[in-house]
């Protein structure tokens, strides 16, 4: 390695921390010792590292204790967990606290030092993450948060490598967005980067689409067509939605992953194809191979690495991120000035469950910045939000009557009045019961045709 790495290490082992820091000096590395997690979180508080290294089992303050401070302090470095005493629910809460890797004593100089090279990829991918996130980029990946720093982690792993990804998760998540940044990061990076939503091309078509067609092959076949395939050759091919592909399809698709060859729709020639291909579906592949809808060879062919992309609702601390990202996308699109959003807008924001995920998030900051004047406010996202879905029983049980919206009308009037009640009429205390602002309540009850100066006593 190149690089040369700033390194903590904290063990409270005088022949650990000797031992350690000697095998990161002799590759060409600077580390620091220390023998308490008191005196280390002073130290990588004070000066930046490239990663620490951190004993669990110490007396006071145990390493998981110290990762936690690491991270309530604001320390952005990667921290590597290690033991002698390891067992899986150690490693599970090390991971979720934060932690990089977990590793058992006692350590190898190899498993130390590619440790620290992944460490470092993660390091540069972060600050090419905020380098973009800075830019106003059609696709470009957003987030802050732990929960997308192991999504990065796992790019940042499986990028170099052959191997065929399958990502799942839900509609509007950015699946697509995952593709593009595995292909940017890949060795085919300068080759072409082609995309088919299996989903939105019809049955009779998607042959064509991905393999081609010659000249008079069908009606309507007026010239020779170049599938998506061949666009792809020496290059990423990205088939969204691929647990919507028909079954006849999934045959001749599994045909060319195993043969690198197509063939184009009425033509004779076996066409040699280099392509990298990753799948991305909202459904659960497993259960459709269990139901019979898909096939099993072609799931064990396309699912080598599978890769779980969390909805925006689990991942609330990406959301200010986004905002700001999608606020400059919209400002720069249409010439508008600035408009801030406030801190209370954003945590509005982020109360909210988001069914669309990233894609209804850009459509709200745009629909947002549209009703705003100076800023956006609490009261402006409360306004523009939708209203509290509800289930047809619960309507039903309220006696509501009507379509849809009567319906959730009569179900926000009811939880309003309920709460205006329950606070004894104080106006104040039911809207921060609700999360509203007090202005907002009082708009919220005209709308609702609440008379808040003859309102019934509670029964």
């Excluded at 002799?26 to 990663?51: I, K, T, W, Y």
């Excluded at 490598?161 to 699946?175: D, F, P, Q």
């Excluded at 909202?282 to 898909?294: P, S």
């Excluded at 009811?414 to 106006?427: C, M, S």
Aim: neutral net charge; aromatic residues 4%; proline residues 4%.
């Amino acid at each position: 390695m190149t690089t040369r790495a700033n390194i903590l290490i904290v063990d409270d082992e005088a022949n650990t921390l000797a031992s350690l820091s000697r095998a990161f000096r002799l590759a060409g590395h600077d580390a620091v010792v220390c023998d308490n997690a008191a005196r280390a979180l002073e130290m990588a508080r004070s000066q930046p590292f490239d990663l620490i290294l951190s004993d669990v089992v110490m007396p006071r303050r145990d390493g998981l204790a110290l990762l936690e401070d690491l991270k309530a302090a604001g320390v952005t470095a990667p921290v590597v967990m290690m033991s002698g005493q390891a067992h899986i629910d150690m490693a599970v809460r090390a991971t979720r606290l934060g932690a990089l890797d977990f590793l058992e004593k006692p350590l190898s100089t190899e498993k130390l030092l590619v440790t620290l090279e992944n460490a470092l990829k993660l390091t540069r991918l972060e600050s090419e993450n905020r380098e973009l996130r800075s830019r106003v980029g059609k696709h470009t990946l957003i987030w802050s948060g732990d929960t997308m720093r192991r999504i990065m982690a796992q790019i940042e792993r499986v990028a170099a490598s052959e191997a065929r990804v399958c990502i799942y998760g839900e509609t509007g998540t950015g699946k697509e967005l995952v593709a593009r940044t595995l292909h940017e990061k890949s060795n085919r990076s300068a080759g072409p980067f082609v995309a088919l939503n299996c989903a939105a091309v019809p049955a009779e078509l998607i042959e064509s689409e991905l393999f081609g067609h010659e000249k008079g092959s069908f009606t309507g076949a007026a010239q020779r067509h170049t599938g998506k395939f061949e666009q792809a050759h020496r290059g990423t091919l990205f088939l969204d939605e691929i647990g919507d592909m028909p079954l006849a399809m999934q045959a001749k698709l599994l045909r060319v992953l195993e043969e690198s060859t197509v063939e184009r729709v009425g033509g004779d020639k076996q066409i040699r194809v280099d392509v990298r291909v990753i799948v991305a579906t909202h459904r659960n592949l497993e259960q459709l191979v269990q139901a019979g809808t898909f096939r099993r060879d072609l799931y064990h062919r396309v699912v080598v690495f599978p890769m779980e992309l969390p909805p925006l609702r689990k991942r609330p601390e990406d959301i200010p991120p986004l905002v700001e990202h999608f606020g400059r996308q919209v400002i720069a699109q249409n010439n508008w000035k600035p408009v801030p959003f406030t801190a209370e807008a954003i945590e509005a924001l982020k109360e909210y469950a988001w069914p669309g995920n990233i894609r209804e998030l850009r459509n709200m900051v745009e629909r947002l910045l549209l009703l705003a004047e100076m800023e956006v406010d609490a009261e402006t996202v409360g306004l523009a939000l939708p209203a509290a879905q509800v289930s047809p029983a619960t309507a039903n049980a309220d006696g509501a009557q009507g379509g849809l919206a009567e319906r959730v009308a009569a179900f926000e009037r009811a939880t309003v009045l309920a709460e205006i009640r329950r606070q004894n009429r104080n106006i104040t205390r039911a809207a921060a019961a609700l999360g509203l602002e007090r202005s907002h309540l009082y708009k919220k009850c005209q709308q609702l045709g609440i008379d808040l100066h003859d309102l019934p006593p509670e029964s």
